[in-house]
Nanobody, 124 residues
């Protein structure tokens, strides 16, 4: 059974930073395509960032490029999203996701496993 558990969300002022964690069980993070998605109230879920199962491809949405960074801790089997220079428009529920197949995608429908999400609120 694959489980993803996010943590690290909260309330932060614009310009601040947060680091989200996604602890994974039942699957090895270092050999899995992992992604972060977010959904703001009244909006569709959108892609934030992802990296391929073999670490060859790393992709960021234009809206977060240069501010957000994804990383992996193999020993902890955890996937991270470091968010710097946060803006009010980054406010959303952030979810991590894992893909069953050994490929890469930015489409949420291609991801098989999801965490419950963690709320990020950025005040102006």
């Amino acid at each position: 059974q694959v489980q993803l558990v996010e943590s690290g969300g909260g309330l932060v002022q614009a310009g601040g930073s947060l680091r989200l964690s996604c602890a994974v069980s039942g699957r090895t993070v270092s050999t899995t395509t992992m992604g972060w998605f977010r959904q703001a109230p009244g909006k569709e879920r959108e892609f934030v960032a992802a990296r391929s199962w073999n670490f060859i491809v790393t992709y960021y949405a234009d809206s977060v490029k240069g501010r957000f960074t994804i990383s992996t801790d193999n020993a902890k089997n955890t996937f991270y999203l470091q968010m710097n220079s946060l803006k009010p428009e980054d406010t959303a529920t952030y979810c991590c996701a894992a893909m069953y197949s050994s490929t890469f995608s930015r489409r949420s429908n291609d991801y098989n496993y999801w965490g419950q999400g963690t709320q990020v609120t950025v005040s102006s």
